[in-house]
């Protein structure tokens, strides 16, 4: 059976390139990137470049770039790296559980944290986020796209805010690399997470933003790798791979990759808007990253459609896939004020550098006959159209 992956923000599948870059660093070049000999400097080299390219996609300098394993340590890093007991913090209701759950833990350690709401778009209010710094507040924490709607965040504002009360600014921008330009310097942030299983570099490696001059406490103890910031012997290959795949994106991005993922998106908006009634779109009408598109399916259970998508070879997704198998609504849904059933009943489509126009086709074609289905299962919306005959 054919299989259509439209999961891309759970993760993204390796690019061939990608991987022909990586080969060589599993066999003959597999060297420890700190020894002297040639194979350790064969693979400081290979680290090297890769930084630059990563260093490229940001707008930052090389030395500002730290390979880390991933998203969650990237966010675990900035966080914990620059907060100590005593601190205040500001982060956003609809973080990834990377950013919560680290702030959770702040305050078990004696730190206060302000979770500042979302508008009904999934926009956090900017209003609230300036009237939330106090005078012992280290850090504020807000994502550049959220994971679940795409929804940017309006950085540059806060970039502003922060530096206004001089104070650290770490953005989570794991969703957001490689589908829009992200420059720090205009963002004006000190800190801010990639990862590179969501940029079709392998799962396992990514990179935090560190500017110079922030004085990042290292969380891991041991050698004085990646400048005394990330303790522990490089994952070589997988940075080689990231670095070839912030290459590509930055390329991708240069010869209007995004523009023509957002028309490939919107025509599978279109649609379904088109074909299935009580449908909606998140954050439709904010700016969000080309390749995701949030549809509340009135009345129907999101698990249901995921599993009757897959049955017919197509991957999407009901919020986060960390958090699926888990009954509880999305967080983010309900912070931008959707009900629990609407939250359940919301799908993820969200595409990735590999999807075609007609794979669009071929999952828009499915999508009216598994909602069809769902609700002629689905007491409430029995319920529904009852009311609406009476
Ligand atoms: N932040 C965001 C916004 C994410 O979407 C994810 C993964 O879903 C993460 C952080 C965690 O990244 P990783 O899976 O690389 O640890």
Redesign the pocket.
Known sequence: MRRVYFDN??TSPLLPEVFEAMRPYFFEKFGNASSIHQQGQQARAAVEDAREQVAKLLGARESEIVFTS????G?NLAIFGMVSAGDHIVTSTIE?H?VLNASKRLEQMGCTVTYVPVDRNGVVKIDELRAAIRKETKLISV?MAN?ETGALQPLEDIGKIAAEHDVYFHS?A??AAGKVEIDVQKIGCDLLTI?G??MNAPQGS?ALYVRKGTLLESMLKGGRHERGRRAGTENLAGIVGLGRAAQISREWLATGGAERMAAMRDRLQNSILESVELATVNSASVPRTPNTANVIFEHIEGEAFVISMDLKGIAVSTG???SSGAIEPSHVLIAMGLTPDQARGSIRFSLGKTNTDEEVDFVASKVPEVVTKLRELSPLWKKHTQTAIG
Do not use: I, L, R, Y
Not at 70 to 73: A, K, L, M, S
């Open positions: 923000n759970a991933g998203g969650t340590e966010d990834h990377a994502m994971n989570d794991v969703q990862s299983h969501k990514g986060a896939a960390c």
